[in-house]
Nanobody, 121 residues
Framework: QVQLVESGGGLVQAGGSLRLSCAASGSIWRIDAMAWYRQAPGKQRELVATISGGASTNYADSVKGRFTISRDNAKKTMYLQMSSLKPEDTGVYFC???????????????WGQGTQVTVSS
């Protein structure tokens, strides 16, 4: 069974930094694209950043230049380095990954349980 576990969230002052991690475990044959989403209170979940299997990256306009997504395939782990944090970055951050469990099965979508990030002004 595949699990995605986020860590690294917390409370930080505006202008500060945090580094989130998302570790995948379980029966995994290959991980394709990975992504970070976030959900603020009372708002819909939104895409923050994506990274392909080939390490191509894309970012939401709101985080460009401040956040950096990366991955370590050997460790089956994805990261989100967040700098110059703003109060509007507050929310629950979720890890998403497209994973192939076995070579003969297709890719499926998996989600982590989320980690809280709170930025105080």
């Amino acid at each position: 069974q595949v699990q995605l576990v986020e860590s690294g969230g917390g409370l930080v002052q505006a202008g500060g930094s945090l580094r989130l991690s998302c570790a995948a475990s379980g029966s995994i044959w290959r991980i394709d694209a990975m992504a970070w989403y976030r959900q603020a209170p009372g708002k819909q979940r939104e895409l923050v950043a994506t990274i392909s299997g080939g390490a191509s990256t894309n970012y939401a306009d709101s985080v460009k230049g401040r956040f950096t997504i990366s991955r370590d395939n050997a460790k089956k782990t994805m990261y989100l380095q967040m700098s110059s944090l703003k109060p509007e970055d507050t929310g629950v951050y979720f890890c998403n990954a497209v994973i192939r469990v076995t070579w003969y099965e297709g890719y499926n979508d998996f989600w982590g349980q989320g980690t809280q990030v709170t930025v105080s002004s």
